[in-house]
């Protein structure tokens, strides 16, 4: 049995020795080593052999296979070196052509104005707060002095997930939220970028789904002319320094006096034109001096403090500063629209 174990260990040694494909190699491999194969064959001879015999036999027989396995391995390696090498050989690659444009995307035009209002707001000593855009009736409505049989509340222009809760109507209750938050305490300073949504049917100045910003300043001795300082800093920013702009009344449940403010024509800087209806002013948020109620159920005594709220519409922003005629353009991804604000 020793010397038909050495003659089959060199007949394997040499026909490895010739292998030049990996399924040659593999059928090689169940040849001599397979449940099959001829050292299984030999194995089961060992039956027959003598107590003395069974351990030289048996280790001769574990030198032949990892010999053979050795051997294998080595030739496996060899194969697939040479199968990596001539697939480099075919895919050579010129470094000398010119490389291919990447596409670059560039910052939403939204997300511009409200990183510029924010920019603008933050140096005046603003915050930026946050709250749930999915929001309870109490803070989306209650806690802005809005009670349930008041018309804003209607199902058919809010979008009610249950009767207590819905999709924000406006960022107003990140406002009461913060109150709440700062338990009486003054100042507050703050404004409240986000998304809001609303029943309506989309059209050139709908949309059911936009963006808003509303600011909030609590604090003693604040006034309406606080108020018209602040928005008349802001209008400068970001629509120029010889802007100007004009408050009148208006009537919101959560401010009073309420305002609504104007700001004098973009397009024809106040002499008139198509897009202001000849008046030289265009409409762009309402504002006005928190209500004394909206303090108190915010845990403010509204004989000790005062404030003033705004709020505007992002798209609206966008529109007068960029001269977009139509807001769906900026809900409908068109690249032809977005490339036109890449500062890059």
Same mark, same amino acid.
């Given at each position: 049995?020793?010397?038909?174990? =050495? ?15 990996? =399924? ?167 404004? %409240? ?79 008139? %034109? ?71």
């Amino acid at each position: 049995m020793q010397t038909r174990l =050495q003659q089959m260990k060199e007949h394997a040694l040499d026909k490895l020795k010739h292998v030049a494909e990996a =399924q040659e190699l593999q059928e090689l491999r169940v040849k001599f080593l397979g449940k099959k194969g001829e050292l299984t064959e030999i194995l089961r001879g060992m039956g027959a052999l003598s107590a003395e015999e069974r351990p030289k036999i048996g280790q001769l027989v574990n030198e032949v296979r990892e010999a053979i396995e050795e051997t294998i391995a080595s030739k496996q390696n060899e194969i697939e070196k040479r199968i990596l090498e001539a697939k480099l050989a075919k895919q050579t690659i010129d470094v000398t052509l010119p490389g291919l444009p990447v596409a670059t995307g560039t910052m939403h035009p939204l997300t511009r104005i409200i990183e510029e209002l924010e920019d603008i707001f933050i140096g005046l000593g603003f915050e930026v707060a946050e709250g749930p855009e999915v929001e309870l009736d109490h803070y989306n409505f209650e806690m802005l002095n809005l009670p349930k049989d008041h018309p804003a509340r209607d199902m058919q222009d809010s979008f009610y997930i249950t009767e207590e809760i819905l999709l924000r109507t406006q960022t107003s209750p990140v406002q009461a939220r913060t109150m709440l938050k700062k338990e009486g305490k003054t100042p507050v300073k703050i404004i %409240c970028p986000g998304k809001v949504y609303r029943r309506d049917d989309d059209d050139a100045t709908h949309s059911h789904q936009f963006t808003q910003m509303e600011g909030l300043v609590v604090g003693k001795n604040i006034s309406m002319s606080d108020l018209k300082g602040t928005l008349l800093t802001f209008a400068r920013q970001m629509f120029g320094e010889d802007q100007q702009i004009r408050l009148r009344p208006s009537f919101f449940p959560f401010t009073e006096p309420s305002v609504e403010v104007d700001l004098q024509c973009v397009i024809c800087h106040g002499e008139g %034109c198509r897009v202001c209806k000849q008046t030289g002013w265009i409409e762009i948020l309402g504002a006005g001096m928190v209500h004394p109620r909206v303090l108190e159920m915010a845990g403010y005594n509204p004989q000790e403090v005062s404030g003033f709220a705004f709020g505007m519409g992002i798209e609206r922003i966008a529109m007068l500063k960029y001269g977009v005629e139509d807001i769906r353009h900026f809900y409908t991804n068109d690249v032809r629209f977005l490339r036109q604000f890449n500062r890059s």
